[in-house]
């Protein structure tokens, strides 16, 4: 007999995405992903000043912050065909490392770990053998037994209060949980530890960019940082090897904790390898310029079509025509008026029309991007199989590493086909935080060494010309490829839209009725109980769902006014 279940909201940090499914002899037969609220920053824009659009655009969430105010300055710098400086792009390769570390670490731990580990069960642990075996794996100082003890005397003290906090609506003891006592309490126990060690990473952002979230160091032409290398009150040698000692405690974690434990665990569910694929067509785009005209980068990007990575095409720079003519956005299935068929971003357009949930009519705030009218899924997984499909030798070494250890722990060898999965998303995910902890590693050599020549300019002047110019500004987000569109006309904002991960992933059918990622990947899923179904979350928080970037907020039911957004640096007021 065919069931309807509604997971809503199904993100932990933040709601608006509801996910439905049909469940069918306890497996997903369809599924519709919603984004239930409206994004309006594009309406927000028009006829603005194009170097303030980043200062609007990184509220679009206060999750991903950081990744939409340097793809929005990277818009702008492209109409303009501006050059920035190297140290700029240095100070903003390190922000972006910095902030992917903190995120892929927040996104395993803290919103996706529990979906997998059993909180309660860690109580039957004993402390001992879950040393013993966390030792046996990597050589972390904080395993000791006694360690692990204090740790379920803490999480024994949460039970005992009745108040469990962040762990209070976990699945506990529901049949999909298989991990033993032990691998549970690791688990636990490291998640403890990951908020201190991404709040380290934070730390490095909040240096350079001034604060976080919202960084506000950032300027079409480069960056705001002013460096002198004897002041403590701009950025000198003493932040600088302060953010180094930061960046050395971050790659002990990352390298003995999170690699292993996503290992482990992966090989306790390798079953979960057969589940999740969905949409095998993979974008992502190359990050961390490494000259002033974004040509080279640290990281490659590409696209690589039905999982085979011999057809990695490579996206090369920043003017990159096969990436610009490539991304079109449909809004047949989205509360929006259309009718025009899918549209470029250039041409895009942003015009609320909300019906009401139709299965196969509207049913989502999200449009629905493709690539030369193909659906693709973005994020960590995309982008490490394109970087090992461009022969990037730390993305191969850690690959590699990581499916050894859970080669190790499941007693058998795991290929690398096995990525295009559920549980494959989780291990692209720990495999690109190690290669960003590299990248961040060199970034800052790169700067001092730059600094050392005498060079310390951080911003390029530049002047709007009259008339209209296009650009488009693209940039790896921890959840994927993120692009930024602006039409400039004399000076001003003509048209601006934003292309986001979760657009990616999170939209609904498109002009040809294809299901977007999240819907393909929960089609064949398990839910042995479809009262909680906690297969459906594992799924869809694989992709580290982050709605906020794809919507915003409307109320169809009111013509007043709801809230007045007061504008940065301008006269504007922009009503709800």
């Given amino acids: 007999m065919t069931k309807r279940i509604v997971v809503d909201p199904m993100t932990r940090i933040e709601g608006h995405l509801r996910v439905d499914c049909e469940v069918d002899n306890g497996k997903v037969i369809k599924a519709w992903s919603s984004g239930q609220m409206w994004r309006g920053i594009e309406l927000i824009l028009q006829d603005r000043d194009p170097r303030d659009a980043w200062i609007f655009t990184q509220r679009i969430c206060g999750v991903c912050t950081t990744v939409h105010a340097v793809a929005s300055v990277r818009a702008v710098e492209n109409a303009l065909n501006l050059e920035v400086p190297l140290n700029a792009q240095y100070i903003r390769n390190m922000i972006v490392a910095a902030h992917g570390i903190h995120d892929h670490i927040v996104h395993f731990y803290h919103l996706s770990a529990l979906d997998w580990v059993d909180i309660v069960s860690a109580l039957k642990a004993d402390p001992k053998k879950a040393s013993k075996l966390a030792e046996s794996l990597s050589s972390w100082s904080n395993n000791s037994h006694q360690h692990f003890k204090q740790v379920q005397e803490k999480l024994q003290s949460f039970v005992n209060s009745g108040q469990l906090g962040v762990f209070a609506s976990g699945y506990w003891g529901h049949p999909a949980m298989k991990l033993p006592p032990e691998v549970n309490l690791l688990a636990v126990a490291h998640y403890f530890q990951a908020l201190d060690y991404q709040r380290r990473a934070n730390k490095i952002v909040t240096i350079l960019g001034s604060k976080t979230p919202h960084i506000q160091n950032l300027a079409v032409g480069g960056v705001t940082n002013v460096i002198n290398l004897e002041s403590q ?21 990352i390298k003995n904790v999170y690699l292993v434990d996503v290992a482990a665990i992966g090989a306790l569910y390798a079953d979960w390898t057969k589940y999740g694929a969905g949409v095998t067509n993979y974008l992502s785009v190359p990050d961390l310029p490494l000259d002033t005209k974004g040509t080279q980068f640290a990281l490659p990007g590409g696209y690589i079509a039905n999982g085979d990575l011999a057809t990695f ?28 068929g899918a549209l470029h971003p250039y041409e895009g357009e942003t015009i609320p029309e909300y019906t009401d949930f139709q299965d196969e009519e509207k049913y989502s705030w999200v449009k629905a991007p493709t690539f030369y009218d193909k659906r693709a899924q973005v994020g960590p997984l995309a982008n490490v199989l394109a970087m090992v499909a461009a022969g990037h030798e730390p993305t191969k070494r850690y690959l590699d590493q990581v499916l050894k250890t859970a080669g190790s722990v499941a007693g058998t060898s795991i290929p690398v086909a096995a990525l295009h999965s559920t549980i494959g998303r989780h291990a692209a995910r720990a495999v690109r935080t190690a290669v960003l902890y590299e990248a961040l590693q060199h ?45 400039i006309r004399d000076g001003k904002i003509a048209n601006y839209q934003a292309v986001v991960p979760s657009t990616w992933n999170a939209g609904p059918r498109d002009e040809l009725d294809e299901p977007g990622p999240y819907e393909a990947s929960l089609l064949d899923n398990p839910v042995a109980d479809p009262e909680r179904p906690l297969e459906v979350i594992r799924t869809v928080h694989s992709f580290d769902p982050c709605l906020a970037c794809a919507i915003h907020m409307v109320d169809t039911r009111s013509k007043e006014e709801i809230v007045r957004v007061q504008g940065v640096g301008a006269q504007c007021g922009v009503s709800f």
């Fill in 313 to 340: 095409k490579p996206i090369g720079s920043y003017q990159d025509a096969y990436f610009q003519d490539g991304v079109k956005e449909s809004v047949k299935h989205a509360w929006y008026k259309g009718g025009k």
């Fill in 443 to 487: 970034q800052w050599q790169l700067l001092v060494e730059n600094l050392a020549k005498g060079d310390f300019a951080t911003f390029n002047r530049f002047e709007f010309p009259k008339g209209e110019i296009r650009g488009f500004g693209f940039h790896e987000a921890p959840r994927g490829t993120l692009s930024h569109w602006t039409v």
């Fill in 233 to 253: 009150s701009t950025l000198g040698m003493e932040r600088l090897y302060y953010i180094k000692t930061i960046i050395d405690e971050l790659g002990d974690f």
